[in-house]
Each structure stands twice: as structure tokens, then as C-alpha cells.
């Protein structure tokens, strides 16, 4: 029987099942796929598809001496139809429209985004914009001085007093926008802290606080004189003891303590105390018969003035002295 079967494929001139070979199968699977893949991208690729596109948008030709004051739309987003072997070969990179402003006029003016301004391929429909339309406020480009106003913080640290603070310049030069720089009343610095000066003059670089993107300054700081002075007070100082500067004699002082009057810093002042022997009665320059009328002297720390001493003058006699006086007084009452 396989014999007969084998004789009839002869005769109808099939091959036989030992004469095909792993290599032909494979060709033909191949080239069958081959044929599926074709059919697929052709018919999928006729059929209409849709997509958004992401639209460059380029103001071009702004007329000389005006400026766009509001922001504009970077991109568009355009919604387009067709085939979708076509819509998947746009490259959204290359896409872009002008937006033509040569002969505007200051004011605001409106640019309609009409489907023909994109340049897109043959057969590819756009179908909707966004936006519809773009909106241009132009306005002229102007120059002006504005005043500086200088902002502060903290406060001048205890004791001390401000006395100047003056700008260096007081007006900068600004250029932008007609309608913003008439609405700008003054040009704000960083603040300055009033707790970081010290007594003396100073001048500081402070920056100036930008007012907007489309304005621009001249400088980008300014100076600032800075005067700082101790504030000044006087003090009495009251029952301060007197000492007598002699190593060898003993001597009496009426009265014995004065009141004395300093004047300074506030700080300073008000922290002095006076020690033992500041304040005294020099015994070097007495000539003449005790008792003596001797001015005190006080020693102050540097940077305090004396204003006064009360009383001005005091007496000064030896205690030896004193004991002999004493003594002649009480001989004299016995004779009496």
C-alpha cells in the first residue's frame, strides 16, 4: 500500500514527505508574516487617527520702542486628525509658528490662531486650537528717575543714638514700561539692620530690590552713610570719699567726701564706680599756715569727662596740729 501511494505522488508530480526540507518550512513562514505585517501597516495606516501637538509660539517683528507687558503662551496645543502613519512621523520639535507684530500700535492687539498657520503635512486636518487667540499688550519703552527709599530693621543698639543716615545716590536712573514706571513711586532697598552698627561713620553697599521683570536699573546698589553716635549724659556721684595723698603726715580733710559730677557715654556712665582713692587731695604744692584750701582731684576711666566737684575747694590741716591747738585752748580757760 505505501508503495502504490508513494507511485501515485510520482505520477501527479507532488513531492514527497521526505524530499521537504526544515529550510523550506521556514521560508515559508517568513514570507507569510511578511505578508500579514504589510497588509497591517497599509490598512492601519490609511485608517484616521487623532492627536494633539504641542505648537511653538514666536512674536516676531515687535515695532522699535515698544515692549509686550503681559505673558504670552510658550506653545499651542492643536488638535489634528488624519492617517495615523502620518500622525506618528510629525516630530513636535520641529513644529512652530510666527506670530507677526510689525506696524502694532501700543494698546492691546489680538492675534487669531487660525488651522492655515500651522504648517502641517498634506491630508492632516486641524480640527481645534488652543487657544484661539493669543492677546499682545504692547506699551512704550521709557526712561525716569525714581526715588531710593531705604528699608530698616532692629534698632540702634542701647546707648547709642543715629544721627545720619543719608543715600548715596537718592534717585537711580529706571527704564521699562511707560504704564509701570509712572505707577512705580520709589525703588525699595534690602532692609538694613540698625543693631549691626557701631558707633562712628560707615558707609554700606546695599542692594536694590528688583521691581519687576520688565524694568530695569541703571546700578544694582547703593550706598548708605551711616553716622552713629554714644549717646551723652552726666551722672552725680555723692558722698565720695576723699583720700589724702602724703605718706608722712596725717591730715584732716573738712569736709571729708565731695559730690562729683561726670559726663559720657550712657553705657559707660552709668556702669562707672568710683574706687577707693579716685577721688583725693594732693599735699605737694601747700605752702603757708594750715589750714589749707585745697581743690580735690578725681581719677576717671578713659573716654568720661568731670564736669564738677561740690564743694570746690575743701580744708586740709595737719591732725598734729589740731591736738596742739587743742591744747593751748584748754591752758587758757584754766588761767581765765
Given at each position: 500500500?505505501?508503495?502504490?501511494?508513494?507511485?501515485?505522488?510520482?505520477?501527479?508530480?507532488?513531492?514527497?514527505l521526505?524530499?521537504?526540507?526544515?529550510?523550506?518550512?521556514?521560508?515559508?513562514?517568513?514570507?507569510?508574516?511578511?505578508?500579514?505585517?504589510?497588509?497591517?501597516?497599509?490598512?492601519?495606516?490609511?485608517?484616521?487617527?487623532?492627536?494633539?501637538?504641542?505648537?511653538?509660539?514666536?512674536?516676531?517683528?515687535?515695532?522699535?520702542?515698544?515692549v509686550?507687558?503681559?505673558?504670552?503662551?510658550?506653545?499651542?496645543?492643536?488638535?489634528?486628525?488624519g492617517?495615523?502613519?502620518?500622525?506618528?512621523?510629525i516630530?513636535?520639535?520641529?513644529?512652530?509658528?510666527?506670530?507677526?507684530?510689525?506696524?502694532?500700535r501700543?494698546?492691546?492687539?489680538?492675534?487669531?490662531?487660525?488651522?492655515?498657520?500651522?504648517?502641517?503635512p498634506?491630508?492632516?486636518?486641524?480640527?481645534?486650537?488652543?487657544?484661539?487667540?493669543?492677546?499682545?499688550?504692547?506699551?512704550?519703552?521709557?526712561?525716569?528717575?525714581?526715588p531710593?527709599?531705604?528699608?530698616?530693621?532692629?534698632?540702634?543698639?542701647?546707648?547709642?543714638?543715629?544721627?545720619?543716615?543719608?543715600?548715596?545716590?537718592?534717585?537711580?536712573?529706571?527704564?521699562?514700561?511707560?504704564s509701570?514706571?509712572?505707577?512705580?513711586?520709589?525703588?525699595v532697598?534690602?532692609?538694613?539692620?540698625?543693631?549691626?552698627?557701631?558707633?562712628?561713620?560707615?558707609?554700606?553697599?546695599?542692594?536694590?530690590?528688583?521691581?519687576?521683570?520688565?524694568?530695569?536699573?541703571?546700578?544694582?546698589?547703593i550706598?548708605?552713610?551711616?553716622?552713629?553716635?554714644?549717646?551723652?549724659?552726666?551722672?552725680?556721684?555723692?558722698?565720695?570719699?576723699?583720700?589724702?595723698?602724703?605718706?608722712?603726715?596725717?591730715?584732716?580733710?573738712?569736709?571729708?567726701?565731695?559730690?562729683?559730677?561726670?559726663?559720657?557715654?550712657?553705657?559707660?556712665?552709668?556702669?562707672?564706680?568710683?574706687?577707693?582713692?579716685?577721688?583725693?587731695?594732693a599735699?605737694?604744692?601747700?605752702?603757708?599756715?594750715?589750714?589749707?584750701?585745697?581743690?580735690?582731684?578725681?581719677?576717671?576711666?578713659?573716654?568720661?569727662?568731670?564736669?564738677?566737684?561740690?564743694?570746690?575747694?575743701?580744708?586740709?590741716?595737719?591732725?598734729?596740729?589740731?591736738?596742739?591747738?587743742?591744747?593751748?585752748?584748754?591752758?587758757?580757760?584754766?588761767?581765765?
Open positions: 500500500m505505501r508503495l502504490r501511494r508513494e507511485r501515485d505522488r510520482r505520477r501527479k508530480g507532488l513531492p514527497s521526505k524530499s521537504i526540507s526544515w529550510v523550506d518550512v521556514g521560508t515559508w513562514i517568513a514570507a507569510f508574516a511578511c505578508a500579514v505585517g504589510l497588509w497591517m501597516l497599509v490598512n492601519l495606516g490609511e485608517r484616521t487617527s487623532e492627536r494633539t501637538l504641542r505648537v511653538h509660539l514666536e512674536p516676531q517683528n515687535v515695532p522699535a520702542g515698544l509686550i507687558t503681559n505673558p504670552i503662551p510658550e506653545y499651542a496645543e492643536v488638535r489634528v486628525s492617517s495615523g502613519l502620518i500622525l506618528s512621523s516630530d513636535e520639535k520641529d513644529l512652530r509658528t510666527t506670530l507677526d507684530l510689525s506696524g502694532a501700543p494698546g492691546m492687539v489680538t492675534y487669531t490662531l487660525d488651522p492655515k498657520r500651522f504648517e502641517l498634506r491630508k492632516v486636518e486641524v480640527t481645534r486650537v488652543t487657544p484661539s487667540q493669543i492677546t499682545f499688550h504692547l506699551d512704550r519703552m521709557a526712561r525716569k528717575s525714581i531710593v527709599r531705604l528699608e530698616r530693621t532692629g534698632e540702634v543698639r542701647p546707648g547709642l543714638r543715629l544721627t545720619e543716615l543719608a543715600l548715596i545716590p537718592e534717585k537711580v536712573e529706571a527704564s521699562g514700561p511707560q509701570r514706571i509712572d505707577a512705580l513711586p520709589a525703588i532697598t534690602a532692609p538694613l539692620d540698625l543693631s549691626t552698627l557701631r558707633a562712628g561713620t560707615r558707609q554700606i553697599e546695599l542692594p536694590l530690590i528688583q521691581p519687576g521683570d520688565l524694568i530695569r536699573l541703571d546700578t544694582p546698589e550706598r548708605v552713610r551711616a553716622v552713629v553716635e554714644p549717646i551723652v549724659i552726666e551722672r552725680e556721684l555723692r558722698r565720695v570719699k576723699l583720700q589724702v595723698r602724703d605718706a608722712e603726715n596725717i591730715w584732716r580733710v573738712t569736709p571729708d567726701s565731695v559730690t562729683v559730677v561726670v559726663r559720657g557715654p550712657e553705657i559707660e556712665v552709668r556702669a562707672l564706680e568710683l574706687e577707693p582713692g579716685a577721688a583725693y587731695v599735699t605737694d604744692d601747700l605752702t603757708g599756715e594750715a589750714p589749707h584750701r585745697v581743690k580735690p582731684q578725681v581719677t576717671l576711666p578713659e573716654g568720661i569727662e568731670l564736669v564738677r566737684v561740690e564743694p570746690a575747694e575743701v580744708a586740709l590741716a595737719p591732725i598734729e596740729d589740731d591736738r596742739a591747738n587743742g591744747t593751748r585752748s584748754k591752758r587758757t580757760e584754766k588761767k581765765t
